[in-house]
């Protein structure tokens, strides 16, 4: 399998290294609203690789080792000598002071939280335009004891004499700090500092220019190649899709495969919805009896993605060759659903759970990836689905995993099962969308749990399965928050559960937020 890392070779961007940080697709967001491209690249990318993208400046992450810890994440060291501007944050600042000559010692306090940062030097161009003391957020426990040869100190927190550093003539600046996180209020100017100020980048990149190099990007690509995409119906499919027919038009074919873990009426709502909004090749595989065979006895949570994953790529192979001979598979693989599923080095923990479009692909995959969304969060993707003329309802339907009513059905998958959560969950999007709340949250949705528990209806004694309701708001699925739902619009919800959905008697409201939950419950 191969995957395509340099989709999008752009004039003006910033390279920024991820070296496990929790915050990089922070600092990618804050440099996006600075309007200015930047890419996220794994912390050990050649420095060849890096120059041959030709960065207007390169940002070290932060990250949890110490930089003289045995399972550090180290860089090619010879991204020092690129000759770019380079701000280092955190860890970054850290491995600056390694690799140029400074020290860094094992801080005797953490400095943890916020901190009053005074700016020493005002004539350093990192804090322009910005008043002598800030509020910063902290998180370190090292500290920088030996300035980097040709280094000054321009700014101090209290508990750190170096927390930010410069050497002005390379152009290269350290922050003990995390300028990209809201708890430094001001940390925006500090980004938009560097990369306007000290890189020079303009302010060009919108969703328009995104398109257009996006639509130059893919033709370089894919040639005249042919091209299939998975269709779910969801705002991610639909949007690489109208991106890429607008980049090669009649070379794509769409195929929207029925994987049997649908929600009720949702092949019939797709089809239409296809039909409404594009004029591209379309393939509609009605494959849910192979699906379910498939997934028959299977409960644990990982085995059913990866059989999904898999049957899904089988059925694609397949209808490949209805098509014609297609080189090229294309996903709308997001910023999130990647992070989520690599795990960095030294920092196993950060597999959460193998996404369906990313870790769920089998190895020997004939096709080659085309992502042109891989470095976007959802509500950009949003954005440039409305740049492209989708309508309303595509771009601003609730997320829906790739493996569908699978991970909302714990246990095994069965028709049985599968019709008493389609009906449950029928009912939570109509009382949704009829109480208004269907725009205003990220998720809704129900849950089957494999728990009977005694209820009484009417006379009788009831043994029946629980459902649970989930509704959450979130900016971009990595972190989120349950819904406070008025009392009325959840008892609706309930009763019409209980009354319509044969099967159970009891309905359960989830108030766990992410982390330590995550959304789906599988
Ligand atoms: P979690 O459950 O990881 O979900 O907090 C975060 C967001 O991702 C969606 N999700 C998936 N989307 N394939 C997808 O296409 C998947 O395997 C998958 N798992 C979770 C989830 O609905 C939520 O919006």
Known sequence: METAVSAFPMREQIVILDFGSQYTQVIARRIREAKVFSRILPYRTPAAEIAALNPMGIILSGGPQSVYSRKAPLPDKKIFDLGVPMLGICFGLQLMAKYLGGKVERGTKREYGKGNLTVKDSHCELFGKLPKNLQVWNSHGDKLTKLPTGFKTVAITENSPHAAIENRQRRFFGLQFHPEVVHTPKGKKVISNFVHKICGCGRKWTMRSYIDQAVEDIREQVGGE?????????????????????????????????????????????????????????????????????????????????????????????????????KFLAQGTLYPDVIESVPIDGNPASLIKSHHNVGGLPKNMKFKLVEPLRQLFKDEVRLLGLELGLAKEVVWRQPFPGPGLAVRLLGEVTEERLAILRNADRIVMSAIRDAGWYYKVWQSFAVLLPVKSVGVMGDERTYEFTIAIRVVDSQDGMTADWVKLPAKLLETISNRIINEVNGVNRVCYDITSKPPGTIEWE
Do not use: W
């Open 226 to 326: 042919h091209v299939i995409l998975g269709l779910s119906g969801g705002v991610d499919s639909s949007v690489a899709a109208a991106l890429i027919h607008r980049a090669i038009g009649n070379q794509l074919t769409c195929i929207f495969v029925n994987n049997g873990v649908l929600r009720a009426n949702e092949a019939e709502a797709v089809q239409k919805l296809f039909r409404d909004n594009f004029k591209c090749k379309f393939l509609y595989e009605d494959t849910a009896k192979l699906f379910l065979r498939k997934l028959k006895g299977v409960t644990d949570p990982e085995t059913k993605r990866k059989i999904i994953g898999n049957t899904f790529i089988d059925v694609f192979q397949k209808a490949t060759r209805k098509v014609g001979k297609a």
